[in-house]
């Protein structure tokens, strides 16, 4: 049985690359950043995963999506790259 509690509205904007920490907390995800500025396309967003209240936000300095990794209490940010 699912319960939805939020939800994020990404009209006109790419949503993906979306983690979760082991605890459960918090998760993470990639989007197109604010001004569409080229090459670096992307910023990496935390959110509280009970409430979807963001709790930081990075530019992604790289133009391509990759995979988000959160450490299990959700403290720190591990993405790929090549």
């Known amino acids: ?6 939800e994020h509205e990404a009209t006109g904007n790419y949503t993906g690359g979306v983690t979760v920490s082991a605890d459960g907390g918090r998760l993470a995800h990639m989007c197109r950043n604010r001004d569409g500025r080229w090459p670096r396309d992307y910023e990496v967003v935390v959110r509280d995963a009970t409430t979807g209240a963001e709790v930081g936000r990075g530019e992604y300095p790289y133009s391509y999506r990759s995979q988000l ?3 299990p209490d959700g403290g720190q940010l591990v993405a790929t790259h090549e």
Do not use: N, S, T, V
């Not at 049985?1 to 939020?6: A, I, K, R, S």
């Open 1 to 6: 049985h699912w319960l939805q509690d939020w």
């Open 69 to 71: 990794l959160l450490g």
